[in-house]
């Protein structure tokens, strides 16, 4: 009894390793054909990541500067040959913490320009050396003549978005 417990899980052994190993079965295709062909079809997916990292601190702007560099703006990450990551910002006013009827504009800039949006290409965004937007807070002197006294308080919100392109 002992005998045909042993033969026995030594074959079911056998039949495992052999299914682990890969090992190919083979079927006779008859005499007029010479090969046999099979296909196996594999998928992988990885998701793409951002980080997108805008200036890290707040920034005081001093009274009748024009322009204040307030830091730099970029995105970092994978993400696919087909896809870019576009930054855009929402910007309130200087408002007088003690009057909220009291405040006055500015223009967030890039290189001179009012900025708008920023895109980072695929490539742009896995560089070893990030491409990166220096952003500037421009107060005209006309509107400095127009502010009161008090202490004032604006904010930037921006927003990262991944997009699919052609």
Known sequence: MKGRKKRAAALALSALLVMAAGIPAYASGGADT??????LNLTMSKEPTYIMEIPKTTTSISFGKEDTV????????????????????????FVDENDTENSFPFT???????????????????????????????????TWGDV????????????AELQNVE
């Open 34 to 39: 010479g090969t046999q062909k099979s296909s």
């Open 108 to 142: 967030l800039q890039c290189d001179g320009s009012d900025f708008k949006t920023a895109v980072w290409s695929w490539e742009q965004v896995r560089a070893d050396t990030p491409t990166a937007y220096s952003l500037t807070v421009h107060i005209p002197s006309e």
């Open 148 to 159: 009161v006294a008090g202490n004032y308080a604006a904010t930037l919100t921006f927003q």
């Open 70 to 93: 307030i830091g730099d703006l970029c995105v970092t990450g994978d993400i696919g040959t087909k896809q870019q990551v576009a930054v855009t910002v929402d910007k309130t006013n």
